[in-house]
């Protein structure tokens, strides 16, 4: 089986431009979630898709947004960004149902703002 | 609100020594317990779950409720043991949906 994939690998962008990163899950699975990662914060959860609705959601600002299309695939949006917002984003997917399974990551989105 | 904490930020053994990688958290409730690894310049894969009871690679993580933790444990160390770990906890049942929360992680150097 293919592993998560995640597009595109790199991204640099300039404060106040928004962005769209991609991921495509493990064939089968139906729950991907979304992390953001940072040298000072470690991996913080963003959010949780399964069959197209956000399950669960973590402690960040309304410019982080998600959506999760009908063949499981997930997009995820940062609107007006910030410095701050430098990271690598990573995906994981599971089997989902219950929740609880275990997630497969990807190889992250680096994103870079100037 | 859950928290995991890993004590050592870097860990260095000799290859053949045992190896420790503590891991302890806060979660009233019975949570689901998960030790991820990171190889260089791979990505992030799941080594263990608590609940699988199961030894990989040679490492093996019993959960304490008590003392509240979930340490890695292997009883000799490879060079190619070498790696980032995470531990991460999920917690049970209700709305927990897919929210890992990790620890900031340990980085394992095995000295030939």
């Known amino acids: 089986k293919a592993g998560v994939t995640q597009t595109p690998r790199y991204l640099i962008k300039t404060r106040g431009q928004q962005v769209t990163l991609s991921c495509s899950p493990i064939s089968g699975h139906r729950s991907v979630s979304w992390y953001q990662q940072t040298p000072g914060q470690g991996l913080q959860f963003l959010f949780e898709y399964f069959s197209e609705t956000q399950r669960n959601k973590g402690n960040f600002p309304g410019r982080f947004s998600g959506r999760q299309f009908s063949n499981s695939r997930s997009e995820m949006n940062v609107s007006t960004l910030e410095l701050g917002d430098s990271a690598l984003y990573l995906c994981a997917s599971s089997l989902g149902a219950s929740g609880n399974q275990p997630q497969h990551f990807g190889d992250g989105t680096r994103l870079s703002i100037l | 609100a859950q928290r995991v904490t890993q004590p050592e930020k870097l860990l260095s053994v000799f290859k053949g020594a045992p190896v420790e990688l503590k891991c302890n958290y806060s979660?009233?409730?019975?949570?689901?317990l998960f030790w991820y690894v990171q190889y260089s310049r791979q990505r992030l894969q799941l080594l263990l779950r608590?609940?699988s009871r199961e030894s990989i690679k040679g490492f093996t993580a019993d959960l304490n409720k008590g003392e509240t933790s979930f340490h890695l444990k292997k009883p000799f160390a490879q060079e190619e043991d070498s790696a980032m770990y995470y531990c991460a906890l999920l917690p049970a049942g209700g709305t927990s949906y897919g929210k890992l929360t990790f620890g900031q992680g340990t980085i394992l150097t095995v000295h030939p």
């Open positions: 608590h609940i």
């Open positions: 979660y009233s409730g019975s949570p689901e």
